[in-house]
């Protein structure tokens, strides 16, 4: 039998679902969801919410204020909104009107889902306290959506004390929700190098002496070492060189090779160090082969570490959704990344949970695939589990 909340949520069905399908037809690239935020805010005006007055382009802060005397206690929820450069191709009824353009990851879902937890949320204001803020962020897919809120004011006046978000996961079935205390995502940081040498005929290469393709080539090499002879084998820390360009003909050496690519990490002393640790290895390696070695190191989001104090929250509103034995724990920490990292630097009493969108005899979703499809009965779900934080931890 269903829980009161999850009872409330499945009866809001029909609304979530076509909330989402009006978003999944028209999907937009990070910060240009310029559709997705007017009907953002429409839906939270025809519902009665308070919009906050933000300087906001994309993305929109909705606030309700509960009703019962309690400690005021400002809670945010936060859903991301933005869509990826993919050419939609599964047959569904609300399939991509963009072309070129599909939510492949879920944002329309977690859109949705808070819509639906905001118009819950406005008829339960007798049984909760304090404050929500429902945060609907542009920009997950680039990491940036979450910096560009913050320093808009997002969690500011009033202040906010906890913050929930979550995302569906394919490794669990629907109806299932898991969690993971403290660490849990790894950070994302962006690098470009660029090895400078001397372009000249590919026949007599002895004549330059300082070749950067073969400098470039042995500098990805050697940063690999860096994993397995510089840090504990028991740190989790992955670098891909994902992209390497230079040259213009098959018979001429360049004089410039760039290559770039991505540092995860899951402890946040260990990320401090690796600008250095890939700048030291380059210009070793580059000085090796008489050229010259340049780092562009972009931070991009830190270590995704959720508040065990929290997660016990959250664990036992689960609970109350879908019963003990649907309440998964995640063991092993992801080294993907997540934009929701940067809201717990400055909130860290917040907590990152996963929605289970598969089922045991259908093909597992792929996320960011032109296949992937998010199934619907998993919305009242996330929006169940957005409520019933609420009125546990604004009591």
């Avoid at 429902?134 to 969690?155: C, H, V």
């Avoid at 205390?181 to 962006?190: C, K, N």
Wanted: net charge negative.
């Amino acid at each position: 039998m269903a829980s009161e909340v999850l009872q409330k949520s499945l009866d809001l069905k029909e609304y979530i679902v076509q909330a989402k399908r009006r978003i999944h037809r028209e999907p937009e690239l990070e910060m240009q969801e310029f559709a997705t935020t007017a009907f953002v805010k429409s839906e939270l005006n025809d519902m009665g919410v308070e919009i906050a007055p933000l300087n906001l382009e994309v993305g929109v802060v909705g606030i309700i204020k509960g009703q019962k005397k309690g400690k005021g206690v400002v809670t945010a929820l936060r859903a991301d909104m933005d869509a990826l450069p993919i050419q939609e191709m599964s047959d569904v009824v609300d399939i991509s009107n963009v072309p070129g353009v599909m939510h492949a990851c879920g944002h329309d879902c977690h859109t949705a889902m808070l819509l639906g937890a905001a118009k819950l949320l406005m008829s339960l204001r007798e049984r909760f306290s304090g404050t929500v803020k429902l945060i609907f962020q542009p920009a997950e897919e680039s990491f940036t959506g979450s910096k560009y809120m913050i320093s808009n004011g997002a969690l500011e006046d009033p202040a906010v004390d906890y913050i929930l978000g979550l995302h569906g996961d394919s490794s669990h079935e629907v109806g299932e929700i898991a969690l993971r205390e403290g660490p849990y995502m790894a950070s994302s940081d962006l690098f470009t190098v660029k090895i400078t040498g001397v372009s000249g005929h590919g026949a007599y290469p002895h004549s330059i002496g300082c070749d950067p393709i073969l400098a470039a080539s042995n500098c990805v090499m050697a940063i690999q070492s860096i994993i397995t002879r510089q840090i504990d084998a028991l740190d989790s820390v992955v670098i891909s060189i994902c992209q390497m360009h230079g040259g213009t003909a098959k018979n001429i050496i360049p004089e410039t090779v760039e290559f770039s690519g991505t540092v995860r990490c899951q402890n946040k002393h260990t990320r401090n160090t690796m600008e250095k640790r890939i700048y030291d290895v380059i210009q070793g390696v580059a000085s090796a082969y008489n050229c010259k070695a340049e780092l562009d190191y972009y931070y991009g989001v830190p270590p995704l570490v959720n508040s065990p104090k929290v997660t016990q929250i959250v664990r036992k509103s689960a609970e109350k959704i879908v019963g003990p034995m649907k309440v998964k724990d995640i063991e092993v920490p992801a080294m993907g990344s997540e934009d929701f990292a940067k809201y717990l630097e400055v909130v860290p009493t917040g907590v990152f949970a996963r929605l289970g969108i598969s089922y045991p005899d259908r093909s597992i979703p792929i996320f960011h695939n032109d296949f992937f499809v998010f199934p619907e009965e998993v919305l009242p779900y996330g929006t169940a589990l957005f409520v019933q934080f609420i009125l546990d931890v604004n009591q």
